[in-house]
């Protein structure tokens, strides 16, 4: 499975970004996709997941609320709204297809994209 994101940019705080990514390969549309980031000297961090039929997302604290996740599978594309952006929110943001999405995050993931960075200035 490949993924692409796109999207990504610089953006006033308080604005908001809609990221990509679209998955291809085989059985592409069976898996649960999420979305990870990681800033400057940090540990890429779960963001937001979704199963592989779209019923159910999952979000960290710092995205509930203002982000949402949602997949197109007649496309095979993953996308992350995301709102009221803050400076802290500054970040490579990376695609991830794995086995589960629950509650705690993105299980057994075997895709990452190449990532696409989202700059949030004041």
């Known amino acids: 499975v490949q993924l692409v994101e796109s999207g990504g940019g610089l953006v006033q705080a308080g604005g908001s970004l809609r990221l990509s990514c679209a998955a291809s390969?085989?059985?592409?549309?069976?898996?649960?996709l999420g979305w990870f980031r990681q800033a400057p000297g940090k540990e890429r961090e779960f963001v937001a997941a979704?199963?592989?039929?779209?019923?159910?997302?999952y979000y960290s604290n710092s995205a509930k609320g203002r982000s949402t996740i949602s997949r197109d599978n007649a496309k095979n594309t993953v996308y992350l709204q995301m709102n009221s952006l803050k400076l802290e929110d500054t970040a490579v943001y990376y695609c991830?297809?794995?086995?589960?999405?629950?509650?705690?995050?993105?299980?057994?993931?075997?895709?990452w994209g190449q990532g696409t960075q989202v700059t949030v200035s004041s």
């Open positions: 991830a297809a794995g086995a589960v999405a629950e509650e705690s995050g993105l299980k057994y993931i075997g895709y």
């Open positions: 390969g085989p059985s592409a549309y069976s898996y649960a």
């Open positions: 979704v199963t592989w039929n779209g019923d159910s997302t």
